[in-house]
């Protein structure tokens, strides 16, 4: 199995692990555990310590937490694989022999989120410009300029979203960041799943920066071209903080997108097992997460493509299928619906595994755009309906950074302004509603008028 390995080592070695201007190397943190094959081409990653309030409780997610990476507070992770024979024995056994392990957690598989089914598009990425009002949204400077949008995928290719779009598309390549063992420029990946996100993200913000972080084509015995492991994720959300840390505070914004999730709890550690990664906010990506969006980024994750009436023949969840940071009180949930409205069948429903009220909201998916898996083949699954929302994200981002609107206040936002779809108010099935550009765009103006 493989897993992820907390440790607390010296306040030096924390401090060159989370510095990015040095590397340390697994066998520098780690020289050694019993049992455990170590990943040497796994950069070890600084986690950094929650800090509640007076009283509050160190493993809420939903209480504002600070985040501390001093060396006398943070833990280091690296990851390994541990034979099955014997599993929770070994595992028991690694605190009480190295002082040092604080923990060890599952490091599961994590794979896109593409569709179900054939049917064909509704409608095309016209259908959704004009749903949400993207001419108006430009005419009010509102399009992305300035913004950065990481896309944690398989890769973008710049030149076919250009061609899809009809304009220019902007890779930071020096911002980029790679798993270990990737072959690929920046923006130069083969055409995929992340180029279908990297289209569909700039639809609303065209003139968006964008981040290329092929988190789902690192190498692996047995892996598939569309998988990877939560590890690289964790690595590269501790990219994106150091990207967030050295912008600005003033105008600080960073839009994350995540078309994908875990499927399945065969990688997984089972529910109530302190290694557990579904269900379990004390697992070091769910502190990750928490992590960046307190220094300001904007973190989206799709819902998942295991709806009752259409489910991914990988979901393998019996029930509540939006698990770990997928269901994150401090992501945004989001969930598909067609251009005419409905829901599609594939879209997971609620409740959430860290948070019951998942989805938060809808965006639009099931239509032609990209052109990424062929001619006539859709943007789908809540893979599109996730950077559709990223992108208007991202527009908001260009007038309110981070500093006049933080994270949690957007995502707020968002929820209050949605255009309700079925009960009154909240529902399993969409959430809060579906995204309404419009209405979110009046209450900021309202809101800037107040803070006159």
């Known amino acids: 199995m493989r897993i992820l390995i907390q440790l607390r080592p010296s306040p030096d070695l924390v401090a060159a692990v989370a510095d990015p201007g040095q590397t340390a190397t697994t066998a520098d943190v780690a020289d050694g555990l019993p049992g455990v094959e170590l990943d040497p081409a796994f950069t070890p990653v600084a986690v950094p310590r929650p800090l509640p309030a007076a009283d509050g409780d160190p493993l809420s997610l939903s209480q504002p937490l600070d985040f501390s990476l001093a060396p006398e507070d943070a833990s280091v992770l690296v990851r390994g694989t541990i034979s099955d024979d014997e599993l929770t024995a070994r595992i028991a056994l690694l605190p009480a ?80 960041w790679s798993p270990s063992g990737v072959a690929g420029r920046p923006g130069e990946f083969e055409v995929d799943h992340g180029t279908m996100c990297a289209f569909d993200t700039l639809i609303t913000a065209p003139q968006a920066t964008l981040i290329d972080i092929p988190v789902l084509l690192s190498t692996r015995p047995g892996g598939s071209a569309l998988d990877g492991l939560l590890s690289d994720a964790v690595a590269a959300f501790a990219h994106l903080r150091n990207v967030l840390d050295a912008q600005p505070a003033e105008s600080r914004s960073l839009v994350v997108n995540n078309s994908w999730g875990s499927f399945s709890p065969e990688w997984d550690f089972p529910v109530g097992h302190p290694g557990n990664y579904s269900d379990n906010a004390a697992h070091p990506f769910n502190l990750m997460v928490a992590a960046l969006d307190r220094t300001g980024a904007d973190v989206l994750f799709a819902a998942g493509n295991c709806g009752r009436e259409c489910p991914d023949g990988r979901c393998a969840y019996p029930g509540r299928p939006i698990v770990g940071a ?71 981002r260009t007038r309110w950074p981070a500093s006049k609107l933080s994270p949690a206040q957007l995502r707020a936002l968002l929820r209050r302004t949605a255009e309700d779809r079925s009960e009154v108010g909240f529902d399993y099935d969409y959430g809060y509603g579906t995204v309404d550009p419009a209405g979110v765009i009046a209450a900021l103006q309202k809101r800037s008028k107040h803070a006159r």
């Open 326 to 396: 997928n269901s994150h009180p401090k992501v945004l949930s989001v969930g598909g619906i067609d251009v005419n409205g409905e829901r599609v069948g594939y879209s997971s429903q609620g409740p959430g595994r860290l948070t019951a009220r998942k989805p938060d909201v809808c965006a639009y998916t099931h239509f032609l755009g990209s052109r990424a898996f062929g001619a006539s083949e859709p943007d789908s699954g809540t893979s599109a309906a996730a950077p559709v929302a990223a992108g208007l994200v991202a527009a908001v």
């Open 97 to 176: 022999l190295r002082p040092d392990v604080v923990g060890v957690f599952a490091d599961p598989v994590i794979e896109s989120t593409p569709v179900c089914g054939g049917d064909p598009p509704a409608g095309d990425w016209h259908d959704v410009e004009r749903l949400l009002n993207v001419p108006g949204l430009h005419a009010q400077g509102l399009d992305g300029d300035g913004v950065t949008v990481a896309v944690l995928d398989t890769g973008i290719n710049a030149a076919h979203t250009a061609r899809q779009l009809g304009r220019g598309v902007t890779v930071d390549a020096e911002r980029c």
